[in-house]
């Protein structure tokens, strides 16, 4: 079976960011066959339409990676009951101009972990209203909202709870079949 690649998008800059660990985790849980690929998001400019007519390198390095992708994987934290605007700006610059837009026809998924007893949820609802309409098909199930605490997920996203461990494998699997399914259509 041939390579599948994910461009992963984590909506957090912070240095210990529980939502980077949470992508390492999935990606520990996937089988060898799947190539995950951090897109950074930190160097960005703040989103333009001057741009259009010309877009700075640093953003047409965004478009590229994200089209080169198969699939997206989208961890985002929660930040005042939505996705955190750095995330916003990526996907802004990813899909625009009109009829340039990376993100159309890739399958995807949305995650989260936050301390807050909801974890990502609404952000996730924000972040799904706007990927719906730049075309991407997401995963509806299983939903990941978790509640972060001390010893779930480490650094290199070894997660330490046997029953978190079990449910994102659910997570992980279902992902598998989601894109396989839609980049082999």
């Not at 690649?5 to 089988?31: I, Q, T």
């Not at 198969?70 to 101009?97: C, H, M, Q, W």
Request: hydrophobic letters at 40%; aromatic letters at 10%.
């Amino acid at each position: 079976m041939s390579a599948i690649k994910v461009a992963v998008l984590v909506g957090s800059l912070r240095k210990d960011s529980f939502n980077r660990k949470l992508a390492k985790a999935v990606e520990r849980l996937a089988s060898p066959e799947w190539l995950f690929e951090h897109v950074r998001i930190d160097n960005l400019p703040l989103y333009n339409q001057d741009f259009d007519s010309e877009y700075p390198p640093v953003c047409q390095q965004l478009k590229t990676q994200i089209k080169a992708a198969d699939a997206l994987l989208f961890v985002t934290p929660e930040y005042n009951r939505s996705i955190p605007g750095v995330l916003k700006n990526a996907i802004d610059i990813a899909s625009r101009p009109y009829g340039t837009n990376a993100f159309a026809n890739k399958p995807g998924a949305v995650i989260g972990i936050s301390v807050g007893a909801t974890g990502t949820a609404l952000a996730q609802q924000h972040l799904r209203n706007v990927l719906a309409y730049l075309d991407v098909p997401l995963m509806g199930q299983p939903e990941v909202f978790l509640k972060f605490s001390d010893g779930l997920i480490d650094d290199e996203g070894n997660i330490g709870v046997e029953s978190t461990k079990k449910f994102l494998q659910g997570f992980v699997d279902r992902y598998g079949e989601w894109v396989r399914r839609h980049v082999h259509a």
